[in-house]
C-alpha cells in the first residue's frame, strides 16, 4: 500500500520560513517525479512546485524565489522550503507522485497524493 505523509506545516508569521517534509512507503519514487500542491479555502488547487527523478524543477511563478523542492532518494522523501511566507501562501499543501512525465504540472498528471499539512500565514 503505498502512502504519501506530509509533515511541518503550522502557524507562521509573514516573512516567515517553514520546512515541508514527505514521506513515501510502500514503493520507491526514486525514479518518478515528485511534486507539491496547496488548496486555500474557497479556491481549487493549485501547483506549486515539482522535481524529476534528475532534479529538474519547475516553480509556479507566485512562488519562484521564495520556495525550493528538493528531494532525497535515499529516504524516499520530498521537501519544500518556503521562505519569506505570505498570508496569501496560506492553504493545505500536499505533495503528489507521479509516474508517467518527467516535470507534470498538472494535478491530473499525478498518481498518489498525501492528505495534507495545513500551512497558516497570519498578517
Known amino acids: 500500500q503505498v502512502q504519501l505523509v506530509e509533515s511541518g506545516g503550522g502557524l507562521v508569521q509573514a516573512g516567515g520560513s517553514l520546512r515541508l517534509s514527505c514521506a513515501a512507503s510502500?514503493?520507491?519514487?526514486?525514479?518518478?517525479?515528485m511534486g507539491w500542491f496547496r488548496q486555500a479555502p474557497g479556491k481549487e488547487r493549485e501547483f506549486v512546485s515539482t522535481?524529476?527523478?534528475?532534479?529538474?524543477?519547475i516553480y509556479a511563478d507566485s512562488v519562484k524565489g521564495r520556495f525550493t523542492i528538493s528531494r532525497d532518494n535515499t529516504k524516499n522523501s520530498v521537501y519544500l522550503q518556503m521562505n519569506n511566507l505570505k498570508p496569501e501562501d496560506t492553504a493545505l499543501y500536499y505533495c503528489?507522485?507521479?509516474?508517467?512525465?518527467?516535470?507534470?504540472?498538472?494535478?491530473?498528471?499525478?498518481?498518489?497524493w498525501g492528505q495534507g499539512t495545513q500551512v497558516t500565514v497570519s498578517s
Open positions: 503528489a507522485a507521479g509516474l508517467r512525465l518527467r516535470l507534470p504540472v498538472r494535478g491530473s498528471d499525478y498518481t498518489y
Open positions: 510502500g514503493r520507491t519514487f526514486s525514479s518518478n517525479a
Open positions: 522535481i524529476s527523478w534528475d532534479v529538474s524543477t
